[in-house]
């Protein structure tokens, strides 16, 4: 069964550092997202990629997160500099389409520490 | 704010037994409803949706209600088995596919 990749799936990095996630969705899904989990929360959605192009970056903290999907595929999410308050999970999800009744399959995530 | 809310953070159900998750939220723009299943290190799994237009959808062991009136969701689980034990998320979304996710219900469903 097809999987949604992520890596690494752990990071520990001190603040002001700058951290790269990666993600490879399901071969021929379009629709890309890229979500943020503090510990005890729901996750929230940070980025969602439309092929590649960004449909909606809203939640994304865009003086320090970055996000890209250059091919329309893998995608890539950046943090430059890292600050404490970013020490969470970071989870990619994709779907066919961007139909709401799309599933959103989810990758194992990624979980950052920042020290 | 937090528009989807799941005030119970833990529940423990005995095996066999019927778990019932609930869900509350306050945007009455919500017209489409799902439930995910998360397990340790790994992502969250879809399980069950439902749309505004029905008050009931039921796949196998799981039925999600859904109760527009109040405002409130919930995943009843019959029988429970102690393979369902992970952490359940709510989701809803008002017309697009940007879902806003509740904070999560761990069960344990005890042998």
């Known amino acids: 069964e097809a999987e949604v990749a992520q890596s690494p799936r752990y990071k520990i990095t001190e603040k002001s550092q700058a951290v790269a996630f990666w993600c490879d969705p399901i071969s021929g899904h379009a629709t890309l997202y890229w979500y943020r989990q503090i510990l005890g929360q729901g996750p929230e959605l940070l980025v969602q990629?439309?092929?590649?192009?960004?449909?909606?970056d809203s939640q994304l903290p865009k003086d320090r997160f970055s996000a890209e999907r250059l091919k329309g595929v893998d995608s890539t999410l950046k943090i430059q500099p890292a600050e404490l308050g970013d020490s969470a999970m970071y989870l990619c999800a994709s779907s066919r389409g961007q139909l709401k009744q799309e599933t959103q399959y989810f990758g194992p995530g990624t979980r950052l520490l920042v020290l | 704010d937090q528009q989807v809310k799941q005030n119970s953070p833990s529940l423990s159900v005995q095996e066999g037994r019927i778990s019932i998750l609930n869900c509350d939220y306050t945007?009455?723009?919500?017209?489409?409803f799902l439930w995910y299943k998360k397990y340790p290190a790994e992502g969250p799994t879809f399980l069950i949706s439902i749309s505004s237009i029905k008050d009931k959808n039921e796949d196998g062991r799981f039925t999600v209600f859904l109760n527009k009136s109040a405002k409130h969701l919930s995943l009843h689980i019959v029988p429970s088995q102690p393979g369902d034990s992970a952490v359940y998320f709510c989701?809803?979304?008002?017309?697009?596919?940007?879902?806003?996710f509740g904070t999560g219900t761990s069960l344990t469903v005890i042998p």
């Open positions: 990629f439309q092929d590649e192009s960004v449909v909606d």
């Open positions: 989701a809803a979304s008002a017309g697009s596919n940007q879902f806003y």
């Open positions: 945007n009455s723009m919500f017209d489409y």
